[in-house]
């Protein structure tokens, strides 16, 4: 059974950094890309990046360029989406998600994590 | 930036067959994906590549996409269908994921 298990609940202050993990069971971590999903209180699912874990090549949505590293430990299986200065905006849940081997396309979100909840708050 | 556009909210009574859209340029050469989200629940995916279902989704739920319209059509809608809707495709680059604003779907 596939499981994305992540790290539980933060609260940061702003300008600060926040890591969050995934760890993964029951695949082969290196065999597919692991995204990274930010969702605002009451708002949309907004794509913010992936890491390929085999080579560790990253691509990043412009939104979040500059601000987001997310890497990979293949040691682990544990992929890991750092977010730095941090500001109220970004209070959300995040997911880590990655592909089903039955799909044709890396860019498909067939098994998500649970979620991780950011508060930013002074 | 590359948008995916969907409907704010579509309602239907219990039985009748709700349709979601999706609209993006670069969705006649890329794969369109269907999410449904309950509240405070991750993501479900249960349309995959245009209009295959995974497995464990009713039949009720199935997906086409023509030009630069994808559609979710949820045949006999149930009460417990309720929930938000996202669609989610690749820009023309097939580099960045990206997500429609999401459909809250009311059943009653």
């Known amino acids: 059974e596939v499981q994305l298990v992540q790290s539980g609940a933060e609260v940061k202050k702003p300008g600060a950094t926040v890591k969050i993990s995934c760890k993964v069971s029951?695949?082969?971590?290196?065999?597919?890309?692991m995204h990274w999903v930010q969702q605002a209180p009451g708002k949309g699912l907004e794509w913010m990046g992936l890491v390929d874990p085999e080579d560790g090549e990253t691509i990043y949505a412009e939104k979040f360029q500059g601000r987001v590293t997310i890497t990979a430990d293949t040691s682990t299986d544990t992929a890991y989406m750092e977010l730095s200065s941090l500001r109220s905006e970004d209070t959300a849940v995040y997911y880590c998600a990655t592909t089903r081997p039955q799909d044709s396309s890396g860019y498909s979100l067939g098994y998500w994590g649970q979620g991780t909840l950011v508060t930013v708050s002074s | 930036s590359y948008e995916l556009t969907q409907p704010p909210s579509v309602s239907v009574s219990p039985g009748q067959t709700a349709r979601i859209t999706c609209s993006g340029d670069?969705?006649?050469?890329?794969?369109a994906y269907w999410y449904q989200q309950k509240s405070g629940q991750a993501p479900v995916l249960v349309i995959y590549e245009d209009s295959k279902r995974p497995s464990g989704i009713p039949e009720r739920f199935s997906g086409s996409s023509s030009g630069t319209m994808a559609t979710l059509t949820i045949s006999g809608a149930q009460v417990e269908d309720e929930a938000d809707y996202y669609c989610y495709s690749t820009d023309s680059s097939g580099n960045h994921g990206v997500f429609g604003g999401g459909t809250k779907l009311t059943v009653l």
């Open positions: 670069a969705l006649p050469k890329k794969y």
């Open positions: 029951g695949y082969t971590f290196t065999d597919y890309y």
